[in-house]
């Protein structure tokens, strides 16, 4: 049995069996994962889609290195509407997430809008960049990548889970927080309307 769980693993074949469990179950995965996800959170919550007061987004710091970019920073992103995405590339919820950040990257990269994804390894064997480096370039991302492997950016961010999204405006305060799978409507609505705040034309249709 460990062999063939350690050739499962080796292959990447025990994420794809994963994610058709999870694609295929009738059960509520997503439903689930918020429920078990503490709703006081200690953030001042808002109405609509922007579910948070404005604050400050804190910078990225302690990045060990950079994949498909030169080092990013809130500061040097001012302008422009960003995600910040908490991830690790053996997560199964990080994964299910990907299809839907490559798609608003497609979609409103040229209207002012940008992804950090922030890679905070869960395990010792995500620390290594060759291994995120093979995971961003099987997984089709194209975004830029930043291995937090001291969980610097993490801290600053208060974060608590994989996958987390903070996204922020373009005067660099944070509007919107999600932690966990899901709400993806949500997430794009928010998106579209941090962009066109901020005077860009975004695209008439919803990404796919």
Same mark, same amino acid.
């Given at each position: ?155 600053? @961010? ?25 709400? @993806? ?20 249709? @919803?990404?796919?």
């Amino acid at each position: 049995i460990f062999i063939v769980v350690g050739v499962l693993i080796i292959t990447g074949y025990d994420k794809r069996f994963q994610t058709f469990v999870s694609q295929t179950t009738p059960f509520n995965f997503d439903g689930l994962s918020a429920k078990l996800i503490p709703a006081n959170t200690g953030r001042k919550a808002a109405s609509g889609v922007l579910n948070v007061k404005p604050y400050a987004a804190p910078e990225i710091t302690g990045i060990e290195s950079w994949l498909n970019s030169e080092p990013q920073s809130i500061k040097e992103l001012k302008g422009k509407v960003v995600l910040v995405d908490f991830w690790t590339y053996s997560c199964i919820n990080c994964i299910r997430t990907q299809p839907y950040l490559k798609s608003w990257y497609e979609a409103y990269k040229d209207s002012g809008f940008e992804i950090v994804g922030v890679h905070a390894p869960e395990f010792a064997f995500e620390r290594s960049k060759n291994n995120v480096e093979s995971a961003v370039k099987k997984a089709g991302l194209t975004y830029p990548v930043g291995l937090d492997n001291d969980f610097a950016t993490w801290n600053a @961010y208060k974060n608590q889970y994989w996958p987390a999204s903070y996204l922020i405006d373009a005067e660099g305060n944070v509007r919107r927080v999600h932690e966990g799978e899901g709400q @993806y409507k949500e997430t794009e609505e928010a998106i579209r309307q941090l962009l066109q705040e901020k005077g860009a034309t975004v695209p008439i249709e @919803y990404s796919d």
